[in-house]
C-alpha cells in the first residue's frame, strides 16, 4: 500500500462465514477420489491426498503451477460426500431450527406475528435502537388490541388465524421501523452501516434466546394448527423422528393436513409426493440427513426475513443466508505441504489428518457401492430380505460417514473412538494447539522482554520504557525539511546518548553506522541529511534514531488468550528505571500481576504497522472483551478504597483542595480536558465557610471531559457496598448520575473497575473508548 495515495474508502466492518460446496469446489485444484495414497513403487496415486495437483511432493514438481516443494504454495483439494452431512460445529443450532419447524405448513410453530415482532425487534437493534426495540412488546392496534398474547401462554392455546387488526399492526411496526430508523441516521445515532455497542450487541443476544426459548415451547403449530412430531438427537450424528400420539393423529386427520414426502423434494418431479398418515404406536424413525436438509430449507425460504436478520447484526450484510451452511456436501482437503508425513528413522508415519481423510473417502466408496447395489435391486427379483440387509448396511455406512466427519473437523464429537486422532478444532486450540505452540513465542528483532513493575504516574495507554531499552530500539524515519533538526540533533547525540540514533541509510541503501564516529565525525554526518548523493533518485534517507517519548509499541503478555493480550501503548522513557513500567488499569486484560511476570514489548517498523497501533491495538479500543462485550481494563485495590473515602457523603474539601484536585486530574496541556479553560461547580456548602463534596469532584471531572456537543450521562446503577453500612435510611447503595451530575452513591469497584454498566462502562458506550480511557486516568 503507497501511503502517499490514500485510498478514498474505508473498512467500517468484517464479516465470517462458512464456505459454501460450490465456493469449496471453486477453491480446489482437484476432486480426492482414491484412499491409496502410494502405489507399489512408492509414488503418489492420481487422485490420492498426495496427489500433484495438490502441490509438490517427493521432488515432483506441482501439477497446479509447475513449482518445486522450496516454491509452490500448495493447493486445496475437496471430497465430494455422497450424502450431505451435518457440520458438527453448528450442530445443536440446526436442532433448534429443527424441533421448531412445523413440517405440515413449514413455517416456525410460533404465531407468525410473534415472529415478525422478533424480525423487527432484531431490526431496530442492527441500528442500535434499543429502547424503540422495547417499546414494540407494548405496542397496539389502533382499535386497542394488544399486539399478541403473552409469552406465558399455554402450549395448547387454540389456533387462531390471523385478523384484520393483525394485519393492521403488522403494517403499523414495519412503519414504526422505518420512521425510526431514518430519524435515527438524520439525527446522527445511527448511519447506513448500523451501530455496534456492547448494550447493542447484549441486548439482542437476550432477543434471540428468547426467540429461540419461545420457539421450543409450542407443541403445535399456531399458524397452521397441525401437531408436528418432535425429534431428538443422538450425540452429533443421528437424528430420530418420534411418534405422535393417538390423539394427535386424530387431530391432524381431523384438519385434513397433509406432509410433504421431504426426501422426494430433490427428484425432478414437479408433483409434490405426500406421506401417508401415521398409523397409531409406531416407534422412533431414524430421519436421513438429507430430510433435515429440505426441512430447513422449506423453513428457511418461508421464514426469510426473520432469518436474515437473525445471521446479520449489520443493515447491508449481503451474504445470503442458507439451510445448507448447517450441512457439508464436500470437505475441504488442505494441500500436500501442510499433511507431510514423519519419518523416525526408517519408519515413515502417515499425517494425522491423512488418515482421519482416508477414513472419510474410504466410507464414502462403501456408500456409493451400497447404492449402486440397491438401485440395481430395486430394478431386478431379490427378496424383501436381501434388500433390507442392504438397506441396513446403507444406513450404517452413513452415520460411519458421519462419525468420520465429526471426527475429522472436532474429535470429541465421534463417539466410537476411544483415543481418537486429533481433528482440526484440536490442532488449533490449547496450548498444545498451532497458534500457541508454533506460531507465538518466537524471538524476533526491535523487541524488547524484561519484568514488570507498576507506576500509577502513568496514564493508563502509556508504558514506560527503561534507558537500556531506550538506547537499543530503533526506528528507520524517513528525513524530512520539518524533522531534519530533530534528527540531527539525534546523530550528534549518538549510539550511546538518548535520545540519539545508531545509523544512518543513504538512498541507496547503504547503512553507516555511528558507532565509533567521534563527536565531530557525527556533526559532519548530520550536515549532510539533505544532501543527496549522486547518481541516485531523490528518495529520502533514513535516520534510525532511539525510541522516543510517544511512540507506540505493542506490549504483550503470554499466553496470548484473547485480542487484548497485545495492545498498543505510547512509549515514556523514564530514566533511572530498570524495568517495564505498566499502570494497573491493564492487567486485566493482560492477566498480570507484580509479582515477577515478564513481557515482551515489540517496536514497529514502518508507518502502517504503527498506524494499526495507534488507531486499532491501542489500549483504548480494547476496553470490552470481544467474546462476552464486558470490560476488561479498570482500576483496582488502592484506587477502589480512595473512590470509597472520595465519594463519602462526609467528605468536603476547601477551595484550595477542590482546584488542587482538579488541577491535579484535568490537566488541558495533557488532552485531558474538552476545552482551554477548566470548568467548575459552585460549592454544595457556602457558609461558613465554600466547602466541595467529592461527589462534586467527579462531577467536575466528568463536565470537563464531556465532548464538546454532547449532554451529560444519564445512568442509574448499584454499588457493591450496602445501605444498612452507612447508617439508618442510607440511600448510598444506588448510584445515580443526572446530566453528568452525581447526585447520589458511593463510587466503588462496580463504578470504575473491569465491572460491566458501571460509570466507565456507560462512558465507553456513550462518548467513545478515548474518553473512557481518558477519565480512568484522571481517576487514578
Known amino acids: 500500500m503507497d501511503i502517499a495515495k490514500p485510498v478514498g474508502s474505508e473498512i467500517t466492518s468484517v464479516d465470517f462465514s462458512v464456505l459454501s460446496t460450490e465456493e469449496i469446489r471453486q477453491l480446489s485444484a482437484k476432486q480426492i477420489t482414491n484412499p491409496i495414497v502410494f502405489d507399489n513403487l512408492g509414488h503418489p496415486v492420481n487422485g490420492g491426498l498426495y496427489d500433484l495437483s495438490l502441490g509438490a511432493f517427493l521432488r515432483n514438481l506441482c501439477a497446479t503451477c509447475g513449482l518445486d ?20 460445529m453448528f450442530f445443536n443450532q440446526l436442532y433448534i ?190 430421519v436421513l440427513s438429507t430430510e433435515v436438509r429440505n426441512i430447513l430449507r422449506e423453513i428457511f425460504k418461508n421464514e426469510s426475513n426473520v432469518v436474515d436478520v437473525l445471521f446479520h447484526s449489520k443493515p447491508l450484510s449481503k451474504q445470503k443466508i442458507s439451510a445448507d451452511m448447517f450441512f457439508l456436501q464436500a470437505l475441504v482437503v488442505p494441500p500436500t505441504r501442510f499433511r507431510l508425513p514423519s519419518k523416525l528413522g526408517d519408519v515413515v508415519h502417515e499425517n494425522s489428518q491423512n488418515e482421519l481423510l482416508t477414513k472419510v473417502l474410504t466410507t464414502a466408496l462403501v456408500i456409493r457401492d451400497l447404492s449402486y447395489q440397491h438401485s440395481n435391486m430395486q430394478k431386478g427379483i431379490t427378496t424383501v430380505e436381501e434388500k433390507n440387509i442392504i438397506f441396513n448396511r446403507l444406513m450404517n455406512a452413513f452415520v460411519t460417514l458421519q462419525n468420520d466427519v465429526n471426527g475429522y473437523i472436532d474429535s470429541t464429537k465421534n463417539p466410537n473412538v476411544r483415543n481418537p486422532t486429533p481433528g482440526i478444532k484440536q490442532a488449533l486450540e490449547k496450548k498444545e494447539g498451532l497458534f500457541r505452540k508454533h506460531m507465538m513465542g518466537k524471538r524476533v528483532n526491535y523487541a524488547a522482554r524484561s519484568v514488570i513493575s507498576p507506576d500509577p504516574m502513568l496514564e493508563t495507554d502509556q508504558v514506560g520504557v527503561p534507558p537500556v531499552f531506550a538506547v537499543k530500539l530503533t526506528y528507520p524515519e524517513p528525513v524530512t525539511p520539518y524533522n531534519v ?38 556533526k ?24 522516543k517519548n510517544n511512540d507506540v509499541v505493542l506490549m504483550n503478555r503470554q499466553p496470548t488468550l484473547h485480542k487484548a493480550s497485545i495492545m498498543g501503548h505510547k512509549v515514556r522513557v523514564l530514566p533511572g528505571e530498570k524495568t517495564i513500567r505498566l499502570h494497573y488499569a491493564n492487567t486485566g486484560a493482560y492477566n498480570a500481576d507484580f509479582d515477577g511476570d515478564e513481557m515482551n514489548m515489540h517496536f514497529p517498523q514502518n508507518e502502517n504497522a504503527r498506524a494499526e497501533a495507534f488507531n486499532l491495538a491501542n489500549t483504548e479500543s480494547q476496553y470490552l472483551t470481544p467474546t462476552a462485550g464486558s470490560p476488561v481494563r479498570g482500576l483496582i485495590q488502592d484506587h477502589i478504597s480512595a473512590g470509597v473515602w472520595l465519594t463519602s457523603k462526609d467528605s468536603f474539601f476547601t477551595r484550595e483542595k477542590y482546584q488542587e484536585l482538579i488541577y491535579g486530574c484535568i490537566r488541558p496541556e495533557d488532552g485531558h480536558s474538552s476545552g482551554a479553560k477548566i470548568i467548575t461547580v459552585p460549592p454544595a456548602v457556602f457558609k461558613p465557610e465554600p466547602l466541595w463534596t467529592g461527589k462534586q469532584i467527579i462531577t467536575t471531572v466528568l463536565l470537563n471531559m464531556k465532548p464538546k456537543g454532547m449532554s451529560g450521562v444519564n445512568l442509574t446503577t448499584k454499588n457493591k457496598i450496602k445501605n444498612e453500612y452507612w447508617g439508618e435510611g442510607s440511600k448510598e447503595n444506588t448510584v445515580l448520575f443526572k446530566d453528568g451530575e452525581l447526585l447520589c452513591g458511593i463510587l466503588d469497584k462496580s463504578q470504575y473497575g473491569a465491572s460491566q454498566y458501571g460509570m466507565i462502562h456507560s462512558l465507553h458506550e456513550v462518548y467513545g473508548a478515548i474518553v473512557a480511557g481518558k477519565v480512568l486516568s484522571v481517576l487514578d
Not at 69 to 88: A, F, K, Q, S
Not at 527 to 541: A, D, H, I
Request: glycine share 6%; proline share 5%; with cysteine.
Open 69 to 88: 516443494d522450496r516454491y509452490c504454495p500448495g493447493h486445496m483439494g475437496h471430497i465430494e460426500l455422497p450424502v450431505p452431512t451435518y457440520n458438527p
Open 485 to 522: 533538526a530533530e534528527l540531527r540533533k539525534a546523530i550528534i547525540n549518538g549510539p550511546d546518548k538518548w535520545p540519539g540514533a545508531i545509523q544512518v541509510q543513504n538512498e541507496n541503501g547503504e547503512l553507516s553506522s555511528l558507532i565509533g564516529l567521534s563527536l565531530e565525525q557525527r
Open 97 to 286: 431450527f429443527l424441533r421448531s419447524s412445523c413440517l405440515y405448513c413449514h413455517h416456525f410453530k410460533m404465531k407468525s406475528m410473534d415472529v415478525h415482532k422478533c424480525e423487527c425487534k432484531l431490526k431496530l437493534l442492527q441500528h442500535g435502537l434499543i429502547l424503540e426495540a422495547s417499546s414494540l412488546d407494548t405496542m397496539r392496534s389502533d382499535d386497542g388490541d394488544i399486539d399478541n398474547q403473552s409469552e406465558a401462554e399455554e402450549d395448547d392455546s387454540p389456533f387462531t388465524p390471523m385478523t384484520s387488526s393483525d394485519y393492521e399492526l403488522r403494517e403499523k411496526r414495519e412503519l414504526f421501523v422505518y420512521s425510526s430508523i431514518n430519524k435515527a441516521i438524520k439525527e446522527g445515532r445511527s448511519s447506513e452501516h448500523g451501530v455496534s455497542t456492547a448494550t447493542v450487541a447484549e441486548a439482542r443476544k437476550d432477543v434471540i434466546l428468547s426467540f429461540y426459548k419461545r420457539l421450543l415451547s409450542r407443541s403445535k403449530c399456531e399458524n397452521c394448527g397441525m401437531a408436528s412430531p418432535l425429534f431428538r438427537k443422538d450425540g452429533y450424528s443421528k437424528v430420530f423422528e418420534l411418534p405422535l400420539r393417538d390423539k394427535q393423529i386424530a387431530m391432524n386427520e381431523l384438519k385434513g393436513g397433509k406432509r410433504k414426502d421431504m426426501l422426494k423434494m430433490d427428484s425432478s418431479s414437479s408433483e409434490d409426493t405426500f406421506l401417508p398418515s401415521p398409523k397409531p404406536n409406531q416407534g422412533s424413525k431414524y
Open 524 to 547: 559532519a554526518v548530520a550536515q549532510t541529511l539533505l544532501t543527496p548523493s549522486e547518481g541516485f533518485n531523490v528518495v529520502n534517507k533514513k535516520v534510525y534514531r532511539h525510541i
